[in-house]
């Protein structure tokens, strides 16, 4: 297999003369043969006498054990940790950037994390004993994902199984980046195909960025939606138009998912959450918002019914209040029994029956009484 190097270090320094070792991985983690070993000491010389490092990322991700010890040993360094998102850092990769004391982010930059997975081959002890390993990979993300964004475990878990892409403002809103950049060039990763293709939900720009890979060196390769450059011109420059108001971020899929998972736990509906999150379809807020209302209501009015089993059928239906009423009232009358105020006699009972007095009887005591 070809050894093809992902990672390259510079010496470089700051404004105030102090030295700066600066990292850039701009291709997947582990995956052509160079590993985490290798890297680290090149980082142990470069970094020897550096008072920060600079942690340059544009990578789809890879090996999650490699990733893991350059994290930790980013974590181990002495001096200050910037992690730098260039393009896209997504799986394996946004580990390592959360080693960062600091990230930073250009606006057009991606953070992506999810679940780890592997493909697994053997016996079915084999496959119990790798599902564990995931497990425990899983929460070692966990935990790095945790102690920089201060999210909890919770919502993590739930953004990780939804795959969440984030832009920098959804990163730093989630407590992901520190700090956001003006938007940059965004450079292609080479060799990435293989990589993305595992991904549920990529979004166009980071296909694009695949698409225009090739096999360029990182410095050479194509930016990615530029426009060309306007001709020059001799006409005195315009105004400057007024400012706008920034754009308000959309919340992304991952985001509301995690929204409605959270608000359903404290208001003890958690059984409703993936209903909720079907019948939205994860739209906007305002939609999410709207079916946990709805939902709320509906639970409301089964447990007062004392049928509080069939809300979670009713909100997948997409139920109005009204329509779940009628339904509720329906099932209750059917359950209840006519009323009857007339004693039935129990199957077993003793039947007792009376004979009243004959007319003939009655006729011959009187003739008898007469003579």
Same mark, same amino acid.
């Given at each position: 297999?070809?050894?093809?190097?992902?990672?390259?270090?510079?010496?470089?320094?700051?404004?105030?003369?102090?030295?700066?070792?600066?990292?850039?991985?701009?291709?997947?983690?582990?995956?052509?043969?160079?590993?985490?070993?290798?890297?680290?000491?090149?980082?142990?010389?470069?970094?020897?006498?550096?008072?920060?490092?600079?942690?340059?990322?544009?990578?789809?991700?890879?090996?999650?054990?490699?990733?893991?010890?350059?994290?930790?040993?980013?974590?181990?360094?002495?001096?200050?940790?910037?992690?730098?998102?260039?393009?896209?850092?997504?799986?394996?990769?946004?580990?390592?950037?959360?080693?960062?004391?600091?990230?930073?982010?250009?606006?057009?930059?991606?953070?992506?994390?999810?679940?780890?997975?592997?493909?697994?081959?053997?016996?079915?002890?084999?496959?119990?004993?790798?599902?564990?390993?995931?497990?425990?990979?899983?929460?070692?993300?966990?935990?790095?994902?945790?102690?920089?964004?201060?999210?909890?475990?919770?919502?993590?878990?739930?953004?990780?199984?939804?795959?969440?892409?984030?832009?920098?403002?959804?990163?730093?809103?989630?407590?992901?980046?520190?700090?956001?950049?003006?938007?940059?060039?965004?450079?292609?990763?080479?060799?990435?195909?293989?990589?993305?293709?595992?991904?549920?939900?990529?979004?166009?720009?980071?296909?694009?960025?695949?698409?225009?890979?090739?096999?360029? =060196?990182? #410095? $050479?390769? /194509?930016?990615? !939606?530029? %426009? +060309?450059? &306007? @001709? =020059?011109? #001799? $006409?005195? /420059?315009?105004? !400057?138009? %007024? +400012?706008? &108001? @920034? =754009?308000?971020?959309?919340?992304?899929?991952?985001?509301?998912?995690?929204?409605?998972?959270?608000?359903?736990?404290?208001?003890?509906?958690?059984?409703?959450?993936?209903?909720?999150?079907?019948?939205?379809?994860?739209?906007?807020?305002?939609?999410?918002?709207?079916?946990?209302?709805?939902?709320?209501?509906?639970?409301?009015?089964?447990?007062?019914?004392?049928?509080?089993?069939?809300?979670?059928?009713?909100?997948?239906?997409?139920?109005?209040?009204?329509?779940?009423?009628?339904?509720?009232?329906?099932?209750?009358?059917?359950?209840?029994?006519?009323?009857?105020?007339?004693?039935?006699?129990?199957?077993?009972?003793?039947?007792?029956?009376?004979?009243?007095?004959?007319?003939?009887?009655?006729?011959?005591?009187?003739?008898?009484?007469?003579?």
């Amino acid at each position: 297999m070809k050894n093809r190097k992902w990672w390259d270090i510079k010496a470089l320094t700051n404004a105030q003369g102090a030295a700066v070792a600066e990292i850039r991985i701009y291709d997947e983690i582990g995956f052509w043969g160079t590993d985490a070993k290798t890297f680290i000491a090149q980082l142990d010389t470069a970094a020897a006498n550096a008072a920060e490092v600079i942690v340059a990322v544009n990578s789809p991700g890879g090996d999650v054990f490699d990733a893991f010890a350059i994290y930790n040993a980013l974590r181990r360094y002495a001096g200050r940790v910037t992690a730098r998102v260039d393009g896209v850092a997504a799986s394996a990769a946004s580990l390592v950037a959360m080693a960062g004391d600091r990230i930073v982010m250009p606006e057009n930059a991606m953070l992506m994390i999810h679940n780890p997975w592997t493909v697994a081959a053997g016996s079915a002890a084999d496959l119990r004993s790798t599902a564990d390993m995931m497990d425990k990979a899983r929460d070692g993300i966990l935990a790095a994902y945790r102690s920089k964004s201060g999210q909890s475990d919770e919502d993590i878990v739930a953004m990780m199984d939804a795959e969440t892409w984030l832009t920098a403002l959804e990163a730093q809103a989630l407590g992901f980046c520190d700090v956001i950049e003006e938007p940059v060039r965004l450079a292609a990763s080479t060799k990435a195909v293989e990589i993305l293709a595992r991904f549920k939900n990529p979004p166009e720009p980071v296909k694009a960025l695949v698409d225009a890979a090739g096999d360029l =060196p990182p #410095n $050479d390769l /194509p930016a990615i !939606d530029t %426009p +060309p450059a &306007d @001709p =020059p011109s #001799n $006409d005195p /420059p315009p105004s !400057d138009p %007024p +400012p706008k &108001d @920034p =754009p308000t971020p959309q919340d992304s899929a991952g985001v509301l998912a995690a929204h409605v998972f959270k608000t359903c736990r404290e208001s003890n509906l958690s059984n409703l959450a993936e209903s909720i999150v079907t019948v939205s379809g994860l739209r906007d807020r305002a939609t999410v918002d709207s079916a946990i209302q709805n939902a709320r209501e509906i639970a409301g009015v089964c447990l007062a019914a004392r049928l509080p089993e069939r809300a979670e059928g009713f909100v997948r239906d997409r139920l109005t209040l009204d329509q779940v009423r009628a339904r509720l009232f329906e099932t209750v009358t059917a359950s209840q029994q006519g009323v009857n105020n007339r004693k039935r006699p129990t199957p077993n009972a003793t039947h007792v029956s009376a004979e009243g007095p004959k007319a003939a009887s009655i006729y011959a005591a009187r003739k008898g009484g007469s003579k």
